[in-house]
């Protein structure tokens, strides 16, 4: 009985933890994620991005997770060869959708969660209020 319990404890402790999305580089390059994400955190190999680019932030701020941020600096590209997810505009859709758009579009399954990047679902919350307000 108390083998049970403790099952059931872990497993939702698992449910809760979320993470920022990531592009391996099993990727097709086919696009179709991009317009899907609700943050513009989906970018083409190779191209810069910025915090201003399909959010209402404008100006510095003070990211939760990453600290100052200015809206309009541009930053270097996550890949260079495959669509890259910036994980500090990733939201995983909290907020927005029931799940993550770019995995539920991608033919070949390549948009998996990010263990390098765990974050609260208070956390995601408060990245999209910040980007978003
Ligand atoms: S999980 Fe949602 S917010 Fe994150 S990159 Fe994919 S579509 Fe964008
Ligand atoms: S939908 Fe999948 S394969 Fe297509 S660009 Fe996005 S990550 Fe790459």
């Known amino acids: 009985m108390l083998r049970i ?3 059931k404890l872990v497993r ?3 449910k809760k933890e979320n993470m920022a999305i990531m592009i391996t580089d099993e990727c097709i ?3 179709a994620c991009e317009p899907e994400c609700p943050n513009n955190a989906i970018y083409e190999g190779g191209a810069s991005w910025k915090f201003a680019e399909g959010t209402g932030f404008k100006g510095q701020g003070e990211h939760p997770t ?3 941020v200015d809206a309009e600096v541009e930053n270097d590209p996550g890949s260079m060869d495959v669509y ?3 994980h500090s505009k990733c939201t995983e859709c909290v907020g927005f959708h029931d799940e993550p758009q ?3 579009v991608c033919p070949v399954d390549c ?3 990010d263990p ?3 974050e609260t679902e208070e956390m995601l919350l408060a990245k999209k209020a910040f980007m978003h307000l």
Do not use: K, L, M, P
């Open 5 to 7: 319990f403790a099952t």
């Open 12 to 14: 939702t402790q698992e």
């Open 29 to 31: 390059n086919c696009g």
């Open 111 to 113: 948009c998996v969660d």
């Open 116 to 118: 390098e990047h765990r």
């Open 84 to 86: 890259y997810i910036t």
């Open 102 to 104: 770019c995995a539920a």
């Open 66 to 68: 990453v600290g100052a």
